[in-house]
């Protein structure tokens, strides 16, 4: 990548160089992308069967000799008829699972302790859709060549050469007991045998337990540069939650056009408007029966000081110039606050100028 270019990317916010955010990891675990390395799950399964292997030995070489001997002693004198043999088969299936099961009980909790330790619990369906895009030729043939590919490619080398030269180094070290098995007993021959697959198995499940853990490193690096995300990509995940600033703005400022026509909708119910006379303009309405104090119940500068001087006139509610009363209620008092009690005598002055005016009383 030239300099310019990662100039330009910079400039432009493409370069996803930020870490991901809550929500980019939150949509991709929905989606099954996590870090998770199959090969952790398979030197577990791997370990946990020869592990089952030593602990349960017995116990499995007790039920397999009381097949072979049920076979010899009974089955072979049987009468075959087909309820005979559906009832030797359902037997022997029994006996065959309560063989196995202790292995496959153990290799099955291990398997999903280690699922459960890699990516925790997650149940996602995302995987088992069918994609089309999937079938396209001139793609695939790209992810042959792809970086992913190389090192998968290099992964099942290293396995193959690793397991090559553990399964090499422990036959040519019992060399002599391989040349000298025509001469075992069968007890001998097993006993070989089993200890030859335990020791290859313990070996072979170490040596892919390491590689599977620097397999899971690596998954996770990819994982997470796979996340990355640009400046403006966190821009945008912005801009999405909370919602576009622009579009923000309309509604505050429809919010302001609905908040000034309900004030101005007030104007016509005030006793009096006080004015500047021109810069400020303040609405008070007093009802003594409802109200403790004069409310404000619609005030403003410059132009909408303007329309509420006009509205006034226009529904004949009375307008009274006073600037340091105007400035003071504008400055001090907000829609539908009540008049602050140092302005009660100037109110109520003004107040009962206007009902003398009215020739009404309160």
């Given at each position: 990548m030239s300099y310019r270019y990662r100039l330009d990317l910079q400039l432009f916010g493409g370069e996803k160089t930020e870490k991901a955010t809550p929500k980019k990891r939150g949509d991709a675990r929905r989606k099954g992308q996590v870090a998770r390395s199959a090969e952790l799950g398979s030197a577990i399964v791997l370990l946990a069967g020869v592990l089952s292997l030593v602990m349960f030995g017995g116990y499995i070489k007790e039920r397999f000799m009381k097949?072979?001997?049920?076979?010899?002693?009974?089955?072979?004198?049987?009468?075959?008829?087909?309820?005979?043999?559906?009832?030797?088969?359902?037997?022997?299936?029994?006996?065959?699972?309560?063989?196995?099961?202790?292995?496959?009980?153990?290799?099955?909790?291990?398997?999903?302790?280690?699922?459960?330790?890699?990516?925790?619990?997650?149940?996602?369906?995302?995987?088992?859709t069918p994609k089309l895009g999937k079938l396209n030729p001139i793609s695939g043939f790209k992810n042959i060549f792809s970086m992913r590919a190389l090192v998968e490619l290099f992964k099942s080398l290293l396995k193959l050469g690793v397991i090559g030269y553990l399964v090499f180094s422990v036959l040519w070290g019992r060399k002599d007991e391989l040349a000298d098995l025509a001469h075992f007993s069968a007890?001998?021959?097993?006993?070989?045998?089993?200890?030859?697959?335990?020791?290859?198995?313990?070996?072979?499940?170490?040596?892919?337990?390491?590689?599977?853990?620097?397999?899971?490193?690596?998954?996770?690096?990819?994982?997470?540069?796979?996340?990355?995300?640009?400046?403006?990509?966190?821009?945008?995940e912005y801009k999405n939650m909370e919602g576009d600033p622009l579009i923000k703005g309309k509604i505050r400022e429809r919010q302001r056009r609905m908040a000034m026509q309900r004030m101005m909708q007030e104007v016509p119910k005030a006793d009096v408007i006080i004015t500047n006379p021109t810069h400020f303009a303040v609405a008070l309405k007093y009802e003594g029966s409802s109200m403790d104090a004069p409310q404000v119940i619609a005030k403003g500068q410059d132009y909408i000081a303007l329309r509420i001087r006009e509205i006034a006139r226009q529904n004949g509610v009375t307008t009274m110039e006073n600037k340091p009363l105007a400035r003071a209620l504008f400055q001090r008092a907000e829609i539908g606050d009540s008049v602050p009690a140092d302005l009660f005598q100037a109110v109520a002055e003004v107040l009962a100028y206007v009902y003398k005016l009215k020739g009404r009383t309160r």
């Amino acid at each position: 990548m030239s300099y310019r270019y990662r100039l330009d990317l910079q400039l432009f916010g493409g370069e996803k160089t930020e870490k991901a955010t809550p929500k980019k990891r939150g949509d991709a675990r929905r989606k099954g992308q996590v870090a998770r390395s199959a090969e952790l799950g398979s030197a577990i399964v791997l370990l946990a069967g020869v592990l089952s292997l030593v602990m349960f030995g017995g116990y499995i070489k007790e039920r397999f000799m009381k097949l072979f001997m049920d076979v010899f002693v009974n089955r072979l004198t049987m009468e075959v008829t087909p309820n005979n043999v559906m009832g030797m088969l359902s037997h022997y299936a029994v006996q065959i699972l309560l063989l196995l099961a202790p292995m496959l009980l153990l290799t099955f909790i291990l398997a999903f302790i280690t699922g459960i330790a890699q990516v925790g619990f997650m149940f996602n369906g995302t995987g088992l859709t069918p994609k089309l895009g999937k079938l396209n030729p001139i793609s695939g043939f790209k992810n042959i060549f792809s970086m992913r590919a190389l090192v998968e490619l290099f992964k099942s080398l290293l396995k193959l050469g690793v397991i090559g030269y553990l399964v090499f180094s422990v036959l040519w070290g019992r060399k002599d007991e391989l040349a000298d098995l025509a001469h075992f007993s069968a007890e001998q021959t097993f006993r070989f045998a089993s200890g030859i697959t335990i020791n290859l198995g313990i070996r072979i499940g170490a040596a892919l337990l390491v590689l599977a853990a620097l397999d899971f490193m690596y998954q996770r690096y990819e994982h997470e540069k796979s996340l990355r995300m640009s400046k403006q990509d966190i821009k945008d995940e912005y801009k999405n939650m909370e919602g576009d600033p622009l579009i923000k703005g309309k509604i505050r400022e429809r919010q302001r056009r609905m908040a000034m026509q309900r004030m101005m909708q007030e104007v016509p119910k005030a006793d009096v408007i006080i004015t500047n006379p021109t810069h400020f303009a303040v609405a008070l309405k007093y009802e003594g029966s409802s109200m403790d104090a004069p409310q404000v119940i619609a005030k403003g500068q410059d132009y909408i000081a303007l329309r509420i001087r006009e509205i006034a006139r226009q529904n004949g509610v009375t307008t009274m110039e006073n600037k340091p009363l105007a400035r003071a209620l504008f400055q001090r008092a907000e829609i539908g606050d009540s008049v602050p009690a140092d302005l009660f005598q100037a109110v109520a002055e003004v107040l009962a100028y206007v009902y003398k005016l009215k020739g009404r009383t309160r």
